[in-house]
Nanobody
Framework: QDQLVESGGGLVQAGDSLRLSCAAS????????YGWFRQAPGKEREFVSG????????SYADSVKDRFIISRDHAENMVYLQMNSLKPEDTAVYYC?????????????????????WGQGTQVTVSS
């Protein structure tokens, strides 16, 4: 069964760091693109960061640029999101997603609809 499982969320204070992990099982997503999205209460799900199949292309939402870093480990079939200098506005459920879209695999992509597999999410809460 294809599955994505996020972990690493929690409650932290503003300025702290967290590292989210996304573990893939069932299907080898090694040649797929990954993305991190988040959804705050009452808001739509939004793109946070994406990475192409080989890690050579990454992208970030303006709101997290220079604070978050996405990376992937092919050997372990894992993707990570290092989140630094966290702010209260980063509070949300964070989702890992995988895209088999050809262009996404080559370049990464930011559109929710281009991702076919989703995890259940992990809560990140940043207190002020």
């Amino acid at each position: 069964q294809d599955q994505l499982v996020e972990s690493g969320g929690g409650l932290v204070q503003a300025g702290d760091s967290l590292r989210l992990s996304c573990a893939a099982s069932g299907r080898a997503f090694v040649s797929y693109a990954y993305g991190w999205f988040r959804q705050a209460p009452g808001k739509e799900r939004e793109f946070v960061s994406g990475i192409n199949w080989n890690g050579g292309s990454t992208s970030y939402a303006d709101s997290v640029k220079d604070r978050f870093i996405i990376s992937r480990d092919h050997a372990e079939n894992m993707v990570y999101l290092q989140m630094n200098s966290l702010k209260p506005e980063d509070t949300a459920v964070y989702y890992c997603a995988v895209s088999s879209d050809y262009e996404c695999r080559r370049y990464g992509c930011q559109t929710t609809s281009r991702y076919q597999y989703w995890g259940q999410g992990t809560q990140v809460t940043v207190s002020s």
